[in-house]
């Protein structure tokens, strides 16, 4: 006897049981939050969240950039092609595991979200552990790509053939055990967004 269930089971139980069904409420009269300046908000933002975000200049290496940041780091992992400080390719690795030890994380945010400073960030990587087992996360991000709020947020995303993303914000913590502030908790110690030029 299968005494797990598998996920379409229990889903169809779910819906048999369903009694009223209700249509999804219209959101076009909500009035969400905008800025005057989306950019500045979402850099004030990622530093109440106990982020860093910082404006790069045209025609700065970024490669130079984060050698400044985390001079000590030895361990840089990224799939990126402009990221020429690699050490570690997440698509490369056999196992998420292989990834433990990474000072640097280096990924590719899609668009970053001014009210909260939520990054979304698709996988596009075999292996997304990266976006959390590493010590300091970089998400590199275009400038030009910040909404003001979740709902436009919303209406953005996008999964590609990993059909998996998430929104990140600021370095992992909590303050959950006798409410004393730990980073890292859960996945980096340091996430910082670089906003790229145009």
């Keep these: 006897m299968n ?13 048999s049981n369903i009694r009223e ?12 939050v905008t800025y005057p300046n989306p ?28 050698r400044e940041l985390f001079p000590d780091a030895k361990e840089i992992a990224s799939n990126l092609p402009e990221i ?10 056999g196992r998420a595991r292989d990834l433990n030890g990474t000072d ?11 009210e909260n400073a939520c990054v979304w960030i698709p996988q596009t990587m075999k292996e997304k552990a990266v976006c959390f087992i590493s010590e300091n996360l970089i998400i590199l991000l275009p400038k030009s ?19 998996y993303g998430t929104f990140i914000s600021g ?4 303050a959950d055990i006798a409410q004393v ?10 996430a910082t967004v670089l906003l790229l030029p145009e």
């Excluded at 950019?39 to 984060?66: C, P, W, Y």
């Design 3 to 15: 005494v797990m269930a598998s996920k379409e089971d229990i889903l169809k139980k779910y819906r």
């Design 21 to 32: 069904q209700f249509d999804m409420p219209d959101l076009s009269d909500i009035q969400a």
């Design 84 to 93: 020429t400080i690699a050490t570690r390719n997440p698509d490369e690795v």
């Design 104 to 114: 640097v994380g280096i990924i590719r945010g899609s668009f970053g979200v001014a």
């Design 39 to 66: 950019l500045l908000q979402f850099m004030n933002m990622t530093k109440s969240v106990g982020g860093n975000a910082i404006e790069v200049e045209a025609g700065r290496d970024v490669n130079e950039l984060i």
């Design 171 to 174: 370095p992992s913590k909590t």
């Design 145 to 163: 790509q910040i909404v003001n709020n979740m709902h436009e947020a919303y209406l953005r995303i996008e999964f590609n053939d990993y059909g």
């Design 181 to 190: 502030l730990v980073m890292g908790a859960q996945a980096a110690r340091s």
